[in-house]
């Protein structure tokens, strides 16, 4: 009954946000990170991959810090799956200036296969999913919330050596 009502209550936080999006205020994006890592150190730790950190953002984004928490805790669960047999989490934050305005950058890295060209074109659309239990919910869910806060997640695959995806979530800030 608990696991029903925590769902129903994610579905209405995301289709009706203004009423269930719960409490808004600055966020330490380093240590949201440092947070997020002590609720997937478990399957990190299983997997056998090393973390590597390189917090360095000073702005505070505005937003609900526990859906932010559900953003980063799902694409570090990805990124976990995509390395079953270990190796190399990148973890980064970064004040980040664009036309737009200010913004904090959170970037996660994995040394995994990389994302394939059909699904980085599909990747953020609901229901697709490379996983034998996975829904496919995950990111696109993660997509409307990081959007709700005027930012944005971008995907593409990793140019500076080894194979794997890199995920970057921008937050206005």
């Given at each position: 009954?608990?696991?029903?009502?925590?769902?129903?209550?994610?579905?209405?936080q995301?289709?009706?946000?203004?009423?269930?999006?719960?409490?808004?205020?600055?966020?330490?994006?380093?240590?949201?990170?440092?947070d997020?890592?002590l609720?997937?150190?478990?399957?990190?730790?299983?997997?056998g991959?090393?973390v590597?950190?390189d917090?360095?953002a000073?702005?505070?984004?505005?937003?609900?810090?526990?859906?932010?928490?559900?953003?980063?805790?799902?694409?570090?669960?990805?990124?976990?799956?995509?390395?079953?047999?270990?190796g190399?989490?990148?973890?980064?934050?970064?004040?980040?200036?664009?036309a737009?305005?200010?913004?904090?950058?959170?970037?996660v890295?994995?040394?995994?296969?990389?994302?394939?060209?059909?699904?980085l074109?599909?990747?953020?659309?609901?229901?697709?999913?490379?996983k034998k239990?996975?829904?496919?919910?995950?990111l696109w869910?993660?997509?409307?919330i990081?959007?709700?806060?005027?930012?944005?997640?971008?995907?593409a695959?990793?140019?500076?050596?080894?194979t794997?995806?890199?995920?970057?979530?921008?937050?206005?800030s």
């Amino acid at each position: 009954i608990e696991r029903m009502r925590l769902i129903v209550t994610q579905l209405l936080q995301f289709a009706r946000p203004a009423e269930f999006a719960g409490y808004i205020e600055p966020v330490d994006p380093n240590r949201l990170v440092d947070d997020c890592l002590l609720l997937a150190n478990h399957l990190l730790a299983r997997s056998g991959v090393l973390v590597q950190r390189d917090l360095r953002a000073t702005r505070w984004p505005a937003a609900n810090r526990q859906e932010l928490q559900q953003v980063l805790v799902n694409l570090l669960v990805n990124a976990a799956h995509a390395m079953p047999d270990g190796g190399v989490l990148g973890l980064a934050t970064h004040d980040r200036t664009l036309a737009e305005g200010g913004f904090v950058e959170i970037i996660v890295t994995d040394t995994g296969p990389g994302l394939g060209p059909d699904l980085l074109r599909e990747l953020f659309k609901p229901f697709v999913t490379r996983k034998k239990e996975g829904t496919g919910l995950g990111l696109w869910i993660s997509v409307g919330i990081v959007e709700r806060y005027g930012g944005d997640i971008r995907a593409a695959n990793r140019d500076d050596g080894p194979t794997g995806a890199v995920f970057t979530v921008l937050l206005r800030s």
